[in-house]
């Protein structure tokens, strides 16, 4: 038996208030002034109205008050007529501000939307990976975004706003992290049954850190370093793995299934629902239908000899 | 102030507002629904012609214009009878000519349909093939589908005519089919150009 | 001169036309507008009960972290069928099966003007409700969201029937809701009392008429898209697939051009409902009725202006979603005007603190702040984060159940009286309503804060890490609180039927003629038709002294010399009465063209086409009888 999964591989989403990049930072600001200024609106007019409540005419008015008509031109004219504007204005500001598009020397990195994962590839460096985005710290970062099939967005609530993903289209979503760290990306469109588990982990480090990263990327897939591993490979592809997944120079794979050539160097497994440990990617192999139901790998039957093997192999993928 | 209805009989002959009873207003709103499918129809036309370079996408040429010039012109036609009995129904006049004038206006339209129906197959029209067959469909499906209605709507009103004459109820009956029937003409014309010119001009 | 509500003292002509048949085939062809108003006020009830039977579900899901009390596709199929029953099948029709009930009433008429539609509309909403809850039965529930984007709701990504059953049933109750607008535009144009000039019908008829005009702009574009998106499913065109020119976000913009008047056609009618009970409450004719008619009428125009709202995160140019960012911030300012001539009224007059002004008070309370998170979504930058996140289900949520259900439960204490002319439980109903209001914001207040904490909507489940499980625990004790507030107007509307102290005509004090009525009312409404030369006839003009040329029509209408069913068709701008209409008294064709076009439904659902074409072509000829049947009116 696998060891019971542990759902505790990805990150705590940050918060919309709890800024770490320009984009996130400037909406926050935009926020706080949204949320006290319609705060205070909101408590004034419950004042009127209770103040109304209380009030006592002296008998059954027979015809209307001016001052009451006062009361209409102000707080239902005139106050809106200034606040909405005010409000309007500074939206498009940040508006203008976070939708620029990120300068030349941005990092381009591209993201393709799956039911219910995410492919991520680094164009300029040639690696496809998934479910995890790694980007420098401090630089800006465009997004080039499409989907395989359904509707996706991608949400990282405190780097930035969320952007749709959609079959046919490229939408460019331009970002910047400011401190390093790793942070919940998320799935923000119902995009099938699974729509809940499809996430993702941002991972933000200093700059050689990140060239190191890409560098191991692009590397070659690790050989299995030993025969248990290089039996795990036999029977990856023997157990037809490979029909679905790619791992370079040994499986062709398939353009719905994850790329798995650097599988060990990631944090999670189902697209951020389990830590990649041993126990989890053995139990995610034997039953995927059982942690994940509706996604589109099917179980497998493979017995013990065959399994640790193929964990060998698998957990050597650096 | 008038009655009408069950105390008709006794009444005097309709005044001409009395052309804008319940049924025209009901008429107006169902048309205004219908123009309302019709913007959604024509929108999403435009919407996805715009996604192309070309249009009809290759290898498809634009569709023929003859065959649905001489269905055009039938259906045109046929507002010729209909408004002559209806403006004489809002007029408060009974005739003779009626059963012949409405039996006119539904040969020339059930003509229409079927000039439109050889077009179809002479211009090879697919619903499946792309999303252009599936426009041609869905446009001149809707107009289709209220012509067969509104064909049926003359053919009640003809019936009742030749059985009954023209009383209040009968005037009512032929200004609504009337009003249907304009609105099956002059949508037509903004279908068709739109499935036969737009090809050729953008 | 005798009072217009005295019966003769012989022979009853006017009741024996309007009485209904006996027994079940009276049942069926029932046309009134109160019994069938009735039928759609219960109907409706009902579907609400199953839409929150579906929320207190998914609610207990989410109170907790990692639970397993639902699964995925469960949580998906509740989701999607409680957005699905509370837009379609209860927000919209219960606004206007209380325009149904009262609005004749209110403008001194008898009946709908074309009641075989009121019942055929009743029909197919029923049909339509039942053909799609019949999903359950065959494990088919729609799955896809109740605004059902493609390309997840096409033929690729959802190969069983579930959309199906979405996008037919959905599609019938569409239909009736556009029946039920025609129906109340002419009524409101053409029907109101002798002398009930535009400018003096009640608030709730313009907000009405408004939402009946908004209808049949808004709804056609959602048939024509449900239309396009089951014949990509059903025969293969390719309106929505990318791979064949198509185009996905083509079903977004319909259906947004739908979906945002759509919010305003459900809350119009709320709207006009607390304009009819701020007056009666605050003892205080309304101020600014001109402006609230004006505020009204320019919410329906704007609703119009601002579909792409709801689209800011799908990529469209910056200066695009700035425009509609402008229409979406200006909707604020006549909502302020109506919100502040409330206030107004209130303090103007000497406000009497009973359940149905209590809810009123419970209206604005809420809906301004759902307001206020309104124009913070409708800010592009903001929505960037909001959009599809917690924050967005709080948003709706005050709105809606602001903007509508707390309407309709001061509708529900205000008008129970003159439908079952018992009076509800005043003690009770103060309970239910702190419990209903408490309960409210305890479930949807914390939403907020889970949607800046980063929580996306429609996800069945989230890992203890988030750090949302305080917030959607404290929102699950909420929904048991508001549950049972709920329960409890239940059973004193259930009570009191029976049990409650006798209303009479005018409990209130009222100002509008449905109070003229005796309660309940009389099928034809009004003995002798009022005429009418005021904003507040009960306030000012009783009794209403005949000023149209009074002896032959009035008489007619008081006492028939035939038995059918006449009511006065008036002028449309100052009720001038023009003649005496005919209604029929009875009919069997709406509810055999409801189950001709239902056995079409089924044959398309199920792929039998010969099946599908028997109920079109059963359809078409009962469409020809009903067309023919006026002779048969006496």
């Known amino acids: 038996m696998p060891a019971e999964p542990a759902p505790v591989a990805a990150p705590a989403p940050g918060s919309v208030l709890d800024p770490v990049g320009p984009e996130a930072a400037q909406i926050a600001g935009l926020t706080w002034f949204m949320v006290v200024l319609g705060g205070l609106l909101w408590l004034a007019t419950v004042v009127f109205l209770v103040l109304a409540l209380r009030h006592r005419a002296r008998r059954e008015p027979r015809a209307n008050d001016g001052g009451a008509k006062a009361f209409i031109a102000v707080w239902g004219v005139v106050v809106p007529v200034v606040v909405l504007p005010i409000v309007f204005g500074y939206s498009l500001l940040v508006g203008v501000d976070t939708s620029r598009p990120a300068p030349s020397g941005a990092l381009t990195i591209e993201v393709v939307g799956h039911q219910f994962w995410w492919e991520v590839r680094y164009p300029e460096a040639g690696v496809v990976t998934a479910n995890e985005v790694h980007v420098p710290v401090g630089r800006p970062v465009r997004l080039e975004m499409t989907s395989a099939d359904v509707i996706h967005s991608l949400w990282v609530p405190p780097v930035a706003g969320k952007l749709d993903l959609f079959p046919g289209h490229t939408n460019v979503l331009s970002l910047q992290v400011d401190e390093a760290g790793r942070y919940l990306g998320e799935c923000a469109e119902f995009c099938g049954i699974q729509h809940a588990r499809m996430q993702f982990v941002l991972v933000a480090q200093e700059e050689d850190e990140f060239t190191e990263h890409l560098r191991a990327l692009q590397a070659g897939p690790a050989e299995p370093g030993s025969d248990l591993a290089e039996a795990g490979r036999e029977v990856f592809l023997a157990a037809g793995c490979g029909q679905c997944h790619r791992i370079e120079d040994v499986s062709e794979g398939a353009d719905f299934a994850p790329d798995l050539t650097h599988l060990a160097t990631r944090d999670t497994i189902a697209a951020g629902m389990l830590e990649n440990t041993r126990g989890n990617l053995a139990g995610w192999i034997l039953d995927p239908q059982g942690l994940k139901s509706g996604v589109r790998m099917p179980p497998s039957n493979l017995e013990g000899e065959d399994l640790q093997a193929l964990l060998a192999y698998l957990e050597g993928l650096r | ?202 | 001169m005798t009072a217009l509500q005295d019966p003769p003292a012989t022979e009853d002509r006017l009741a024996a036309s309007w009485a209904t048949q006996p027994g079940a085939a009276g049942w069926f062809t029932a046309l009134n507008h109160k019994q069938v108003a009735q039928r759609f006020l219960v109907t409706a009830f009902v579907f609400f009960g199953l839409g929150g039977i579906q929320s207190v579900l998914m609610r207990w899901q989410l109170g907790s972290a990692e639970s397993t009390f639902l699964d995925a596709q469960t949580y998906n199929e509740l989701f999607t069928m409680h957005g699905t029953t509370m837009m379609f099948l209860f927000a919209v029709p219960v606004g206007e099966a209380f325009a149904m009930y009262f609005l004749p009433l209110m403008l001194g008429t008898r009946d709908l003007p074309f009641p075989r539609l009121t019942a055929f509309g009743w029909y197919i909403y029923v049909l339509g409700g039942v053909f799609l809850y019949s999903s359950f039965l065959f494990g088919q529930v729609p799955d896809g969201g109740w605004f059902a984007y493609t390309p997840l709701t096409g033929p690729e990504y959802s190969p069983s029937s579930s959309i199906d059953f979405w996008l037919l049933g959905v599609t019938f109750v569409e239909i009736a809701t556009i029946a039920g607008a025609i129906e109340l535009v002419v009524l409101i144009l053409r029907y109101r009392a002798p002398g009930m000039k535009i400018s003096q019908m009640p608030l709730l008829a313009w907000n009405v008429l408004v939402t009946g005009i908004a209808v049949i702009f808004a709804f056609p574009p959602l048939v024509v898209a449900s239309v396009l998106l089951e014949l990509d499913r059903k025969i293969g065109t390719h309106f929505y697939d990318p791979a064949a020119g198509g185009e996905s976000l083509l079903w977004q913009h319909l259906f947004w051009f739908f979906g945002h008047p759509e919010v305003y056609i459900i809350l119009l009618p709320g709207l006009g409902i607390v304009s009819t009970i701020v007056p009666v409450f605050a003892r205080s004719r309304i101020v600014g009725y001109s402006l609230i008619a004006v505020s009204t009428v320019a919410i329906g125009i704007l609703s119009f202006g601002v579909w792409v709202h709801h689209m800011f995160t799908t990529g469209i140019p910056q200066l695009g979603l700035a425009f509609f960012s402008v229409a979406s911030l200006f909707i604020p300012i006549p909502s302020a005007i109506q919100i502040s001539a409330w206030i107004a009224t209130i303090w103007q007059g000497r406000a009497v603190w009973k359940t149905p002004m209590m809810y009123v008070v419970g209206f604005i309370v809420i809906f301004v702040l759902g307001g206020v998170t309104g124009v913070m979504v409708a800010s592009v930058p903001f929505d960037t984060q909001a959009h599809d996140s917690y924050f967005v289900v709080a948003h709706f949520h005050y709105v809606l159940i602001g903007g509508i259900l707390f309407p309709v439960l001061a509708a529900i204490h205000f008008w129970m009286p003159k439908i079952s002319g018992r009076m509800l439980d005043e003690r009770l109903g103060t309970i239910a309503f702190w419990l209903t209001f408490i309960g409210f914001n305890v479930t949807f207040f914390p939403l907020h804060i889970t949607g800046l904490q980063g929580m996306p909507r429609r996800v069945y489940t989230y890992a203890e890490s988030t750090g949302w499980e305080l917030t959607q625990a404290i929102a699950t004790w909420g929904t048991v609180v508001l549950t049972l507030g709920l329960l409890m107007t239940l059973g004193n509307v259930v009570h009191s039927a029976r049990y409650g102290e006798r209303a009479g005509a005018d409990p209130w004090g009222g100002e509008t003629l449905d109070w003229y009525a005796t309660s309940p009312p009389p099928a034809y409404n009004f003995r002798g038709i009022p005429e009418i030369a005021s904003r507040s006839p009960l306030w000012d003009t009783r009794p209403f002294r005949p000023r149209y040329d009074p002896a032959t029509w009035q008489d007619e209408l008081r006492e028939p010399r035939a038995p059918v069913r006449q009511v006065v068709l008036t002028s449309v701008l100052d009720a001038v009465p023009e003649e005496l209409v005919t209604l029929p008294q009875k009919s069997w064709w709406p509810l055999v063209m409801a189950v001709a076009l239902t056995v079409a439904l089924i044959g398309t659902m199920i792929d039998v086409y010969p099946l599908a074409l028997t109920g079109v072509l059963a359809a078409v000829v009962t469409g020809v009888a009903w067309i023919w049947d006026r002779q048969d009116q006496r």
């Open chain 2, 1 to 202: 102030m008038r009655t009408s209805g069950h105390t008709g009989e006794a009444a005097p002959r309709p005044a001409p507002h009395i052309a804008r009873g319940t049924g025209w207003w009901g008429m107006l709103l169902l048309q205004l629904v219908l123009v309302s499918m019709l913007a959604a129809l024509l929108f999403s036309y435009f919407y996805l012609r715009d996604g192309f370079d070309t249009w009809p996408p290759a290898p498809a040429p634009a569709p023929a214009l003859g065959l649905t010039a001489v269905a055009t012109g039938l259906l045109v036609l046929s507002a010729v009878p209909v408004a002559a009995v209806h403006l004489a129904a809002r007029a408060g006049r009974g005739d003779g000519r009626f059963p012949a004038a409405l039996a006119a206006a539904l040969a020339l339209g059930v003509a229409f349909l079927a000039v439109q129906f050889a077009d179809y197959s002479a211009n090879d029209v697919d619903p499946q093939r792309d999303v252009y067959g599936s426009l041609f469909l869905a446009l001149a499906g809707f107009h289709h589908v209220n012509a067969v209605l509104a064909l049926l709507g003359l053919g009640v009103v003809l019936l009742r005519v030749r059985s009954g004459g023209m009383r209040p109820r009968e005037q009512e009956m032929v200004v609504t089919a009337a009003h249907y029937w304009y609105f099956v003409v002059w949508s037509w014309i903004v279908v068709a150009a739109t499935l036969y010119l737009i090809p050729r001009f953008w």
